[in-house]
């Protein structure tokens, strides 16, 4: 369950930055293809909605089994990246997370890839692919997935966040 919390943080924090800003995704995928330049930003937006609709599929319990498919094959997907960015030698940021991803395509996406491709491996030697979960598995997997994203995403954006939880805390002055 918490392999597939993390799967989820991931994959909601990358799907929901390439869906909103899928510039430096697309620089660092054109990459793979040299001399074709950067990929389209449809692409990489239609990557970040099958993204974001296999976390929220692994929320379901009715598509908790058969959702681990998908997610392995965004595993191999990542990794494979990963490893074309090494041999390749990627250096655009490979805006995997919004532009807190600062590195180009390479180690960090190979792991990341392997994780997610063992998360849903393990899951679907636990339970299968024709197999729901219960409810109470999925809410915990929800659950912790957007505890994981929540504190991924104030740690990337803390500067702003102290500003905000200063300015809370400030008394107000009474009105003269």
């Not at 990358?14 to 330049?37: I, Q, T």
């Amino acid at each position: 369950m918490c392999a597939d919390a993390v799967a989820v943080a991931l994959l909601v924090r990358g799907g929901a930055a390439k869906l909103v800003a899928p510039s430096l995704a697309a620089a660092a995928a054109g990459e793979l293809r040299p001399g074709r330049g950067p990929v389209p930003a449809a692409v990489i937006r239609a990557l970040a909605v099958v993204e974001i609709t296999v976390a929220v599929a692994m929320a379901l319990p009715s598509l908790r089994g058969p959702v681990h498919v998908p997610l392995a094959a965004l595993g191999v997907l990542f990794a494979g990246a990963g490893i074309l960015g090494l041999l390749r030698g990627s250096t655009e940021p490979c805006g995997c997370f919004g532009a807190d991803s600062t590195s180009p395509l390479g180690v960090s996406n190979v792991v990341m890839g392997v994780a997610i491709l063992a998360a849903a491996v393990s899951s679907l030697w636990v339970h299968g692919v024709g197999t729901s979960q219960t409810g109470s598995a999925s809410a915990g997997v929800a659950g912790l997935g957007a505890i994981v994203t929540g504190g991924w995403l104030l740690h990337s954006h803390r500067k702003r966040a102290y500003t905000v939880l200063g300015n809370l805390l400030k008394q107000p002055e009474p009105a003269a």
